[in-house]
């Protein structure tokens, strides 16, 4: 699997968003559901200028089984509060597509 540079996603950010991202960190999510886990891996944080609804976003990316990549860029917004609460509100918006 092909990393993304934190610019190749910050570009992203501002397609899917709007707004400027600047990359703050990075943050390991490890997240478990009745003792399995169901996702892990980093979070990038960025700061977001210019974007109405939220001043940070949590973002990360993963390849498809079609060798497609999916971009995800969660706004730091209620309930969305961390970057293991942005991981858990991408699964479950993911769960009801």
């Known amino acids: ?10 570009r992203h950010i501002e397609n899917l968003r709007g707004g ?3 990359w703050v960190e990075a943050v390991p999510v490890t997240e478990s559901f009745q ?3 169901v996702w892990e891996g980093e979070v990038q944080v ?6 109405p609804e939220a001043s940070r976003v949590y973002a990360w990316s993963y390849q498809l089984e079609d060798g497609k990549r999916k971009f995800v860029a969660v706004l730091h917004k209620p309930p969305v509060d961390s970057p ?3 991981v858990r509100a991408a699964i479950v918006a993911e769960g009801r597509e």
Not at 2 to 9: A, I
């Open 84 to 86: 293991a609460a942005a």
């Open 20 to 22: 400027k991202a600047t």
């Open 46 to 51: 960025y700061d977001l200028e210019g974007q």
């Open 35 to 37: 003792g399995q886990i």
């Open 1 to 10: 699997m092909t990393e993304v540079s934190k610019d190749e996603l910050a």
